[in-house]
């Protein structure tokens, strides 16, 4: 036997962590946890328990309380309890707090691997090498971020308690994504974990008492979805941050409805993980395993859809399989394990079942040969071929070790291909050319892209979705609004309606015929339209006299202008100096017509000439605001511990539709349409209904300021009809609702189907004069998803 074939047919022995720490950990605890609340840990005396399991044995590790509503209440209030003087404690007594605990992780790192391998069946290698270590990072960078928060996020404040529900696959790191940011903001917390894995959540609130933080201000309430359920429901948190399935993020979404709690939502996935054809194929395997692999596929950005390039699929799948031959799965302490257990019985049979589903369907299934571990929840690596982009391979989040495979000719059908899914987490692009990978990053729909490397995290680098994979990030400077909110919210009034004027019986007979006849139109697709109804209202002056008709909108004509609006998408990719130019040019118009749109103003509301002409300078002041911005709200550079760098890219969602605030006919609109068309998207917007007429005005200014047709769509009539088609639809990414008749709930309940972005004003009346509250970053930060992309380089 010579070397080499000693080296191949070498096998690695066994190389078990030990785990007689943690076994002693959970011995001294009798195997037996309460809820950490306001400093304090409950006893289970009494209490319905649950049992935490080692998947890979099924072994009991410990009994766990469930809570119950006192015990969320008791959190609650805990939380509520401890909010001011840990806001008080101002950003750098925050930032102590935050880096001893990155500070006590490190310390604790190996205990804190060993419990989360016990807890979850990740690999030993995979808990310690990457969930810890991204840990302490979080702690670390946040306790940068209290440091700095005076000066980076002036005039923001906390949101005061907040509720985070985490999942089972990352149970710890998911903790730190969610708890270091709200404490570094000043808010105080209630956390959930996963009820499969609960036991480093309490360790880590042993870890809140070691760094002698305030009692209160974090909490720790064990359970399993009921638990949950009661959080979400509790009266009196200011936010929801949730990550898990698709399926409760949709029903929180609901359920926090017009509640006015602010809420994130981190869900499923369906990553597509593409290679070209001048891909470094070796690297690509690498790649494959590290996408699809790693942690047991139960990941949420898990590239789970392989989408190659025809003409070396065949090679890439030859070489895939053998590669799966040599990965190793079986006990997760041992260090030279590639692939650990599934968390549960219950994920083990949904995974089998969505295989299953899949091979009904055709699919064609390999593995590689071996036997399982006799104990605990395993299921080997998988590849399935034959897939088409319809079948339940291509389309279900597994959350399991299973790849699919489809194949694709052009870089056109990769995008479209990658993008023909619900979700819109992350994306990994494979290809030696630079310039054809830069060029399909910003086409994917995607809150991530990795480009020739795949599952790379950081807490300097925002994380989160597109579309389905939900909305908010978590990590760098856009996690940290999520946890803010301007200081001046809490200052506003609540909005009154304004009702529409009413005739008067002086004026009945006063307008002129001709302004009977005319019934102002729709603006849809760049050109006037007249409604599909055929239904017209008329619009009084404030003096009571008939001005003229505008159009009832209806279903049809928010369709139509949908349709326009998504038509319209070259938009999104013109240049943003293009973009000013427009924006610009559309100030320049109005402010010929000025002391038109005054008067108009004037005829509608009642105002003084000087409020009417106020609100008209305004408005071409705010014009210029947007045409500035245009090419000024840039991404940014960040470079993490890596060699490269990652590009954070502002992009448009698409289609947003805005319900304009009604008390300001003319600065309502523009100061909303505009930030939204600045920053690429196209909009749907539904007029003022009392004063609609400055609106329909503005067309022909819109018609002669170059703006391509379909960019900015109008219609008028009842706000909250025309806004609910507009929520219910599909191709509307986006709903910003800032009218009078309390549409915030239904916009919010609406946006849950497709998991769409929604900005209401939950019955507040901003003040649009204002320019802190009528412009500015958060009109720009809500009309756009920040993407990462990260490039590795070196050879
Ligand atoms: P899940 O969404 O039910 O659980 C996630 C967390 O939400 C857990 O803490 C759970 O107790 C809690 N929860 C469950 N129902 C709730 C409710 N009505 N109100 C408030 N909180 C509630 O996910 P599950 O059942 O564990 O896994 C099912 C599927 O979800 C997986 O197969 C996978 O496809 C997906 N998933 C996605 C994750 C992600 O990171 N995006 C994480 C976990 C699961
Ligand atoms: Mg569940």
């Not at 609130?205 to 009692?215: D, I, N, R, V």
């Not at 104990?375 to 080997?380: A, T, V």
Request: aromatic share 8%; with cysteine.
């Amino acid at each position: 036997m010579d070397v080499t074939e000693m080296l191949d047919t070498m096998d690695y022995g066994p190389a078990p962590e030990s785990r007689a720490a943690v076994d002693a950990w959970l011995a001294g605890h009798r195997a037996r946890f309460g809820h950490y609340i306001g400093g304090a840990w409950t006893t289970t005396k009494g209490a319905e328990t649950f049992k935490s399991r080692n998947p890979a044995t099924g072994e009991t590790l410990a009994s766990l309380a469930r809570g119950g509503p006192a015990d969320i209440d008791a959190a609650v209030r805990a939380a509520r309890g401890a909010r001011i003087n840990w806001t008080k404690l101002g950003g750098h007594g925050r930032a102590r707090y935050l880096y001893a605990l990155a500070r006590l992780v490190q310390k604790h790192a190996r205990h804190l691997a060993v419990l989360e391998t016990l807890d979850n069946g990740k690999p030993i290698r995979e808990s310690r090498d990457i969930d810890i270590p991204l840990v302490a990072r979080h702690f670390y960078h946040h306790a940068g971020w209290a440091q700095l928060i005076d000066s980076e996020f002036g005039g923001m404040v906390p949101l005061g308690v907040v509720g985070q529900i985490v999942p089972w696959n990352f149970p710890l790191l998911i903790l730190a994504w969610k708890v270091a940011p709200a404490l570094a903001a000043g808010n105080t917390v209630v956390l959930k974990p996963a009820e499969q894995t609960s036991l480093t959540a309490l360790r880590f609130a042993e870890l809140c008492e070691e760094a002698g933080l305030p009692g209160g201000v974090v909490n720790i309430v064990t359970g399993d979805g009921r638990t949950g359920a009661e959080l979400v429901r509790h009266g009196r948190i200011d936010k929801i941050a949730f990550t898990g399935s698709t399926e409760v993020g949709r029903l929180i979404r609901e359920q926090t409805a017009g509640s006015g709690k602010k809420l994130s939502l981190e869900l499923g996935g369906k990553s597509p993980f593409i290679v070209f054809d001048d891909a470094d194929l070796d690297s690509v395997v690498e790649g494959v395993v590290d996408a699809i692999w790693f942690n047991q596929g139960e990941v949420c950005c898990a590239g789970s859809r392989l989408l190659v390039q025809e003409g070396v699929a065949e090679r890439l799948l030859d070489k895939l399989k053998a590669r799966m031959e040599s990965l190793r799965l079986g006990d997760p302490l041992d260090k030279c394990i590639d692939m650990g257990a599934i968390v549960d019985g219950a994920q083990l049979k949904n995974i089998k079942a969505l295989v299953e589903a899949s091979l009904g369907e055709g699919a064609t299934l390999w593995q590689a040969p071996g036997d399982l571990p006799a104990k605990g929840f395993y299921y080997p690596p998988t590849l399935l071929t034959d897939v088409t982009p319809s079948s339940t391979a291509a389309r279900e989040e597994i959350f399991g070790p299973v790849l699919c495979v489809m194949t694709f000719r052009t870089p056109d059908e990769a995008v479209a291909l990658a993008n023909n899914t619900a979700y819109g987490l992350a994306a990994s692009i494979w290809s030696e050319s630079i310039n054809l990978a830069l060029d399909v990053a910003p086409a994917l729909k995607a809150g991530v892209v990795w480009i020739n490397t795949t599952n790379q995290f950081d807490a300097a680098v925002g994380f989160g979705g597109y579309r389905e994979s939900g909305f908010g990030r978590e990590g760098g400077r856009e996690g940290m609004y999520e946890y803010l909110k301007p200081a001046y919210e809490s200052t506003l009034a609540a909005l009154k309606p304004i009702a529409a004027n009413k005739p008067s019986r002086a004026k009945k007979n006063s307008a002129a015929p001709a302004s009977l006849d005319r019934t102002a139109k729709m603006f849809i697709g760049g050109r006037q339209a007249r409604p599909d109804s055929g239904y017209s209202r008329p619009i009084f002056g404030a003096d009571g006299a008939l001005i003229c008709h505008v159009g009832e909108g209806n279903r049809k004509d928010i369709r139509n202008a949908v349709e326009a609006a998504v038509a319209a998408h070259a938009w999104g990719r013109a240049d943003a100096h293009n973009r000013a130019q427009i924006i610009y040019y559309i100030a320049e118009n109005l402010s010929a017509r000025g002391a038109e749109f005054a008067a108009r103003i004037r005829q509608m509301t009642g105002a003084s000439a000087t409020r009417a002409r106020d609100e008209v300078e305004a408005s071409i002041a705010r014009l210029f605001t947007y045409g500035a911005w245009a090419d000024k709200y840039d991404g940014a550079v960040h470079s993490p511990p890596l060699r490269g760098v990652v590009l954070a890219m502002n992009e448009p969602l698409g289609v947003i539709a805005i319900a304009c605030p009604p008390a300001w006919p003319l600065l309502g609109l523009i100061s909303t349409i505009a930030p939204a068309i600045a920053m690429g998207n196209r909009v749907v917007a539904v007029a003022s209904e009392p004063y609609p007429l400055s609106a329909t005005d503005f067309y022909q200014v819109l018609e002669t300021s170059d703006l391509p047709g379909g960019v900015v769509n109008i219609v008028t009539g009842n706000t909250e009809e025309l806004t609910e088609t507009l929520a219910r639809h599909d191709q509307v990414a986006g709903v910003w609702y800032f009218g009078a008749g309390g549409g915030s709930a239904m916009v919010e309940r609406l946006a849950a189907r497709t998991i769409k972005r929604s900005w209401v004003n939950n019955g507040d009346a901003r003040n649009f004069d204002d320019v802190e509250q009528g412009e500015g970053r958060e009109f720009l930060r809500h009309a756009t998803e920040v993407k990462n992309i990260w490039i590795p380089y070196g050879e």
